[in-house]
């Protein structure tokens, strides 16, 4: 006889839950139409990519200078994986909602919901499916980077992983916000509404406010499209992999929040709030992380190492006012070759933009318009260049140290290549599609222990 | 209580949310040794409109009962809340005299809802393999229930291309896979004809032998009479009477009454 006491399952196996979340979104069109979309994207702009690479290596080829400004990274990886960001943002958002959604809509997760798994465990698994969706989306994006290799282009590892790493914890975050639509709405459509108003909206945010001083690009920041901006660059922030640590993790916390139906409103919207303070607070810390790692084959976000090493000395503070409006050029210019630099080497920096909110318009007639004015214990000198050659020799004689030597025979030499690119539009057009084809119907054969269950049934 | 006959359970009524640990125990001694489930009161409405008024019933251990009532009596909302996946107003519950809240019900009841196709796009033997693994069950157990509920013919299909009376038997082989004591069904005999009725109540009472009970939701009277140990009569949200077929008809005078005949006289 049946015992009617009550059931313990200790720790239910998880192999079948991520089996089963395998087989749903590998089972589903969703997945492999975008692999099929994604080919012919990511191959023309691959193909592209590497035609324009070639024609600026031919001057390249002719002059060392020209050359050293020949990066793989910004020639062919941005633009090529700038493909594959497209088709996440516009496309991946309908893989992952499927994950949850389809459960949603068939019913089938009111069954899911009384198996002896947490609501955590549940969408952590759905999470993990939305890896290996990624994983797979990215096939496209990874041959092409075999190509580029086949074709003798030149790859930095440091480089072309931190890259790689980005679009990864983008393809995350999208799907995370995916979960968290699915888990709010009744219908996989209202959810995908849900997750393009975020990815697209944010993409609208980035083209518009982008640019623009004061609180306009402090709401720009908050675009999705920033993620990736500090890993095109070739650095790895760690304040920047925390926050999108957090937000992946709080979106999927909003998710089993939302996602167990019997559970009233009430409660669902107080522990939301948990996890949003939670998430507010985590941000707030990861905002004062500077802690980066400039992992460029040609150090772009660093001065030369003895710089590094002298300026990492200096140990006052450092007080860097700007008579710039923000959206002047000369700011931008300013900003990337001398202050971010400044930024990540210097324990104790202060930059102040003396216009406010003010813009170009309004500012430009200023008398000191134009001048950086440097103050460092207690000293304090003017200069109007943004650049490094003419600032670090004001910042040495400001804090009384001596410039250092050169270090020899640390130039970035770049690496042009002239490259036909015309065979890889033929995988991308027939190739690949064939074995994403292949790849499906396999997919479609039934489990192993079928024809076992068949014969003794 | 107004109007509800209770004929299963010789126990006072409890107040709701007064229950302590020891309290409980203490039930528990003086409960019906044969009672599993105790519903003392479901209360459930949406905005204004009240859906279900203290409803309150009990269960016993190894007996199929059958809420019956018209569409929109409240039936389904009984059992969605009763296995915690509805929230409620009130929903004061116990399992052997001890309380059980919603977030436990998983524990204790495995409820299979009306109309659910689970996992369209799979072949059923990947879903009925889902479900096995889970509970961990072996393939001898996974071929007796496909044998039981007659899933061979097709097992190599995917759950969309499912005829209706085969979803619903995809839903039970689920169901019995579960290790459960008791299963909460919704409308299981709709889309049978009569001879797939007589099959699957054959499984279901050789479930009862075993042990396991079974609440089933039925609005076709003549299913349930046909099926049902006892009856819970439901009708706007409201317990009318609760009993075996006698035990109505003696609340009801009629003495050879159907089950159609009995509902009528009560609601």
Redesign the interface.
């Known amino acids: 006889?049946?015992?009617?006491?009550?059931?313990?399952?200790q720790d239910?196996?998880l192999?079948?839950?991520l089996?089963?979340e395998l087989?749903?979104i590998l089972?589903?069109r969703a997945l492999w139409t975008m692999l099929l979309l994604m080919c012919p994207l990511i191959g023309y702009s691959f193909f592209q990519a590497v035609s324009l690479y070639g024609e600026a290596s031919g001057a390249g080829l002719q002059s060392q200078v020209l050359a050293a400004s020949l990066s793989p990274l910004d020639g062919v990886l941005v633009p090529t994986l700038g493909a594959s960001y497209v088709a996440v943002t516009l496309l991946f958002p309908f893989v992952a909602i499927r994950v949850l959604g389809?459960?949603k809509e068939?019913?089938?997760l009111?069954?899911l919901?009384?198996?002896?798994y947490r609501s955590s465990t549940l969408i952590a698994a759905k999470l993990a499916a939305v890896l290996v969706a990624w994983m797979l989306s990215s096939v496209p994006a990874f041959s092409a980077l075999a190509i580029w290799r086949m074709l003798d282009g030149h790859l930095s590892a440091p480089e072309t992983l931190n890259l790689l790493f980005g679009h990864l914890l983008y393809g995350l975050l999208v799907g995370a916000i995916a979960l968290f639509a699915a888990s709010v709405s009744e219908s996989a459509a209202t959810a995908a509404i849900v997750t393009l108003a975020f990815t697209i909206g944010s993409w609208v945010l980035d083209f518009t406010v982008a640019g623009h001083p004061g609180l306009l690009e402090w709401i720009a920041r908050l675009s999705l499209t920033q993620v990736l901006r500090t890993f095109e660059q070739g650095l790895l922030s760690a304040g920047l992999v925390v926050g999108i640590g957090t937000a992946v993790c709080g979106f999927s916390a909003l998710a089993t929040v939302w996602m167990?139906?019997?559970?009233?409103v009430r409660t669902k919207l107080f522990r939301s709030l948990v996890c949003v303070l939670a998430a507010a607070i985590i941000f707030g810390l990861a905002t004062q992380i500077r802690f980066s790692v400039d992992v460029t084959e040609d150090q772009r976000n660093s001065f030369p190492v003895a710089d590094q090493r002298v300026l990492a000395k200096l140990a006052e503070p450092l007080v860097v006012m700007v008579h710039l409006a923000a959206e002047d050029p000369r700011y931008a210019d300013l900003q990337r070759n001398v202050l971010a630099k400044l930024e990540r080497v210097l324990p104790n920096l202060s930059i102040r933009l003396a216009g406010g909110w003010q813009n170009l318009a309004t500012s430009a007639g200023e008398d000191r318009y134009g001048e950086i004015e440097y103050t460092y214990g207690g000293r304090s000198d003017i200069s109007r260049s943004t650049s490094p050659r003419e600032i670090l020799p004001l910042l040495y004689g400001l804090a009384e140290v001596n410039p250092p030597a050169p270090a020899p025979g640390s130039d970035y030499p770049g690496y042009p290549l002239i490259a036909g690119g015309q065979l890889a539009l033929l995988w991308f057009f027939c190739g690949l599609p064939l074995c994403i084809a292949f790849a499906w119907w396999r997919s479609r054969r039934?489990?192993a222990?079928?024809n076992?269950?068949?014969k003794?049934? | 209580m107004d109007g509800v006959l209770h004929l299963a359970s010789p126990d006072p009524p409890i107040g709701r949310n007064t229950l302590l640990p020891v309290e409980a125990a203490c039930v528990s001694e003086q409960a019906d040794d044969q009672t599993l489930l105790r519903v003392d009161s479901i209360n459930k409405q949406y905005a204004d409109q009240v859906v279900l008024a203290d409803v309150t019933f009990d269960i016993r251990a190894g007996e199929i009962v059958g809420i019956i009532g018209p569409n929109g009596a409240g039936k389904t909302t009984v059992l969605e809340v009763l296995a915690g996946i509805l929230p409620a107003e009130t929903s004061d519950v116990h399992w052997l005299g001890r309380p059980l809240p919603p977030s436990r019900r998983r524990e204790a009841m495995f409820y299979l809802p009306d109309g659910v196709r689970p996992y369209q796009d799979q072949p059923v033997t990947r879903v009925l393999s889902f479900f096995a693994d889970v509970y961990r069950k072996s393939t001898d157990e996974i071929t007796n229930t496909i044998q039981a509920v007659g899933l061979t013919p097709v097992l190599h299909k995917r759950v969309h291309s499912l005829s209706k009376g085969y979803g619903r038997r995809l839903l039970l082989a689920l169901g019995l896979l579960t290790p459960h004591p008791l299963l909460l069904m919704d409308e299981p005999f709709d889309g049978f004809d009569l001879r797939q009725i007589r099959d699957i109540v054959g499984v279901l009472r050789g479930e009862a032998a075993k042990g396991r009970t079974f609440v089933l939701a039925i609005h076709q009277l003549l299913d349930a009479e046909r099926v049902c140990d006892r009856f819970i009569l439901l009708a706007d949200g409201r317990v009318r009477g609760a009993g075996t077929l006698n035990d109505l008809r003696a609340r009801t005078g009629l003495a050879s009454g159907s089950l159609e005949d009995i509902f009528l006289a009560l609601t």
Request: charged share 25%; aromatic share 2%.
């Open positions: 006889m049946r015992s009617h006491e009550i059931l313990r399952v239910p196996p192999r079948p839950l089996v089963k087989w749903e089972g589903g389809q459960e068939s019913g089938a009111r069954l919901v009384q198996l002896p167990p139906p019997g559970v009233d039934l489990p222990n079928h076992k269950l068949t003794e049934a």
